[in-house]
């Protein structure tokens, strides 16, 4: 939406709220980006850069904790842009990320009469013939829209097979704040974009519009059922995760109803243990799942933090039918579709009958698709780390898009050897147990070498990186102990299978196309050197000539635009000593000048 459009969308109240919000947003920005010029550019190039570099941690969080006080005043999309750039680590320092890690999606609820009239509107009829009850206290509020439990009628109820839903609506008037703050988000993109340090490192107005592709697929209900379906239908033979249905008779554009399927929130280490449920257990199934999200389906739940995951228990009736299904095919259902695998089970994939309970996955609003070569690259990547090979993880980000394949790679090669050798395999338990000095001093050392190099995410990668951030954060708060390369490790061998398999079959079809290459190679040298004696064989060069010639009529004019420099220089310096001459060659420059200009190109 241009500013043009966004003022006549407003109406001719310049004031309105709407158009007050635009302009809070750009004078946040704007002073963010005075401040950043002044102390980062300006005061370095006077010789300063000792006084920006003292105070630079202090302002960059007075700065961050504006900007969350704005967030949480305004709502809207500036509460996920906080969430959207704390999962940025490559753009963004370790300070900010930290500070807006924190920022909640959480906000004052909606009255109940606003939510009534958008949900019957909606609808088509009253939420009394629409549902048998209704809970006018919302079960989750917040910032586009509020959840509430309610009761299918018994005619629906029948017809689904379902009674307790939760139905989600949208906030009233939520299009128009996202038109708002998308535009103002595309202008600051715009003014990011000029200046040469950030364009350097992120392409803004790139990152801007696919934050705006998230947030319209987030809006859209009806694009939100069909990916919880999508998810659940990736996982329907996998006894380990669970999604809610849809009710469709009661789904629109801007209203979900869903099953519903509260349990024990994944986070909740007191419920769990209480229920009998190990959680250093649960971080491991829930590790091993979000794996399979990536390299098994390519469609990954982005927003996997602990309201949208849920530890459901499972009924030992339930557990018992589905062991004797196992008995009489011989398939666990605990394995993923596609990815059966023979030899012990991991211990993320214990059967249904040693288990009793399942994760259930709600919130498919964000969900982060994950193209064949992001994928490709991805397990190159984890068979690198799984064998801790620092020239296969540099080849990997390559691949990926992360680093440009120009890049001199060196030092950082080095610096994942020392990595690998130093820190790799230890859980983030046995960190806390490495000097906090060698830590620190290892990571400015990392992070010099990462800034020297040409290191920039691809927007495609932006929801995977939050998705893994994320799992990496729930998984260690299950389990201290927890270990990122346990789960790695089962998924590098299988991909090395997978890829061993793939070389052995690509090298058999390249060999049978060798064989008939050489086959046929004869009797082609055959005919060339027939029609070679016979005078008929010839070579179409006139392309190549006429290149050649462009070439050097290009060189020649070069040749003159540096003349005519000469030329003028010379004749400028002589001036004062022999004005005479100093005009001649003045006057002379023009010649090549005219050729350079106007010659045949």
Known sequence: MTDAALHEAQG??????????????????????????????????????????????????????????????????????????????????????????????????????????????????????AFASFDEEPLAAASLGQAHRATLSEADAADTGLRDVVVKVQRPGIDEIVAIDLSALRRVARWAARVRVVRDRVDAPALVEEFAQTCHEEIDYLHEAASAERFAACFADDDRVAAPAVVWERTTPRVLTLEDVTAI?????????????????????????????????????????PGNIFVTPISPSLRLAD????????????????TQESGP????????????????????????????????GLRTLVIAVASRDSHGLVTAAQQIGILLPSARTTELERALTVLFARFGGMGFNELRDVDPREL???????????????????ERMLLLIRAVSLTSGLCSALDPAFNIWEPVEPYADRLVK?????????????????????????????????????????????????????????????????????????????????PALGIVLMCVSVVPLLHAVFGRR
């Open 12 to 129: 001719p109240g310049g004031g309105s709220p709407h158009r007050a919000r635009y302009r809070r947003i750009l004078a946040f920005a704007a002073r963010a980006f005075l401040q950043t010029w002044w102390f980062e550019l300006f005061l370095p190039r006077l010789g300063l850069g000792s006084v920006a570099e003292r105070g630079r941690g202090q302002r960059t969080l007075r700065l961050v904790r504006r900007f969350r006080d704005l967030a949480v005043d305004l709502g809207g999309l500036m509460i996920k842009v906080g969430q959207f750039m704390s999962s940025r680590l490559d753009v963004l320092p370790p300070e900010i990320t930290d500070e807006l890690a924190g920022l909640q999606d959480e906000v004052p609820a909606v009255p109940f009469a606003q939510i009534r009239s958008s949900a019957e509107a909606e609808l088509g009829m009253p939420l009394e013939r």
């Open 265 to 305: 929130k994944i986070n909740d280490v007191a419920a769990l243990r209480d229920a009998g449920i190990d959680p250093a257990e649960v971080a491991a199934v829930f590790g091993d799942v979000m794996l399979d999200q990536v390299f098994t389906h390519s469609f990954v739940h982005a927003d996997p933090h």
């Open 323 to 338: 062991a004797r299904s196992v008995q009489a095919t011989g398939v666990s259902p605990s394995t993923s579709s596609g």
């Open 345 to 376: 089970a991991q211990p993320g994939s214990l059967s249904l009958s040693k288990r009793r309970w399942r994760l259930t996955f709600i919130d498919f609003g964000m969900m982060a698709e994950v193209p064949d070569g992001i994928r490709a």
């Open 440 to 458: 620190a001093d290892f990571g400015t050392e990392f992070g010099e070498t990462m800034r020297s190099l040409p290191v920039q995410f691809p």
């Open 498 to 578: 997978d890829q061993s398999a793939g070389l052995l079959a690509d090298l058999g079809t390249q060999t049978v196309s060798n064989i008939g290459t050489l086959w046929r190679l004869p009797a082609r040298v055959d005919s060339a050197l027939d029609r070679l004696d016979a005078g008929s064989l010839t070579f179409d060069i006139s392309s190549l000539e006429n290149r050649l010639d462009r070439i050097i009529r290009v060189a020649y004019r070069a040749v003159s635009a540096v003349l005519f420099g000469g030329l003028l220089v010379g004749g400028a310096l002589l001036l004062a000593s022999a």
